[in-house]
T-cell receptor, first 115, second 115 residues
Framework: GAGVSQSPSNKVTEKGKDVELRCDPI?????LYWYRQRLGQGLEFLIY????????KSGLPSDRFSAERTGESVSTLTIQRTQQEDSAVYLC?????????????FGQGTRLTVV | DQQVKQNSPSLSVQEGRISILNCDYT??????FLWYKKYPAEGPTFLIS?????DKNEDGRFTVFLNKSAKHLSLHIVPSQPGDSAVYFC??????????????FGQGTILTVHP
């Protein structure tokens, strides 16, 4: 596809379960970002991958959150032992490279509901 | 600590008139600013950006103004159209220090343009 693809679109999980969210960036994009948007709030940075560099994990809210990316392709965001406060829309974005004029393209997001 | 603030949760404008969306920031390290538009159930889409070395950037009906001394930026849409109705997010990055794409977002302003 032409855009950033995220799956699933919606996920309902029970408190305490682990979830895995997937992001397929635009082909050739070296930079990949995860954000989340909780209800009524702005987007919150989680993690950033750039090529083969070590990821910037400074936005991950707790050690229950982790993310991986294989090369310049698919990324997965894993949330272990989910809590109700993890309920949010999780958005993935990618950009061709990290420089001015190469703004990020966002996917449609995964809406996670923890019950 | 909200480093990027959009103090108006909503704005209502008549078609053909000017829409002015405002954004304030507190982090003096921010040197790159963007506006994104978001429709329901979609990811944000990039609108326009401005580097801190400029005070104005124009793209068609959209103009972004940056006042560094006041740590304030605004987005002007002229003329406003009903299709502009969406949530508008202001975002900022410390591009020189970290990444263009590691963004801090405001809470968003819901723009409604009435026919």
């Amino acid at each position: 596809g032409a855009g950033v693809s995220q799956s699933p679109s919606n996920k309902v999980t029970e408190k305490g379960k682990d979830v895995e969210l997937r992001c397929d960036p635009i082909s050739g994009h070296t930079a990949l970002y995860w954000y989340r948007q909780r209800l009524g709030q702005g987007l919150e940075f989680l993690i950033y991958f750039q090529g083969n560099s070590a990821p910037d994990k400074s936005g991950l809210p707790s050690d229950r959150f982790s993310a991986e990316r294989t090369g310049e392709s698919v990324s997965t965001l894993t949330i272990q032992r989910t809590q109700q406060e993890d309920s949010a829309v999780y958005l993935c974005a990618s950009s061709p490279q990290d420089r001015e004029g190469t703004e990020a393209f966002f996917g449609q997001g995964t809406r996670l509901t923890v019950v | 600590d909200q480093q990027v603030k959009q103090n108006s949760p909503s704005l209502s404008v008549q078609e053909g008139r000017i829409s002015i969306l405002n954004c304030d920031y507190t982090n003096s390290m921010f040197d790159y600013f963007l506006w994104y538009k978001k429709y329901p159930a979609e990811g944000p889409t990039f609108l326009i950006s401005i580097s801190s070395i400029k005070d104005k950037n124009e793209d068609g009906r959209f103009t972004v103004f940056l006042n560094k001394s006041a740590k304030h930026l605004s987005l002007h849409i002229v003329p406003s159209q009903p299709g502009d109705s969406a949530v508008y997010f202001c975002a900022a990055s410390d591009a020189g220090g970290t990444s263009y794409g590691k963004l801090t977002f405001g809470q968003g302003t819901i723009l409604t343009v009435h026919p």
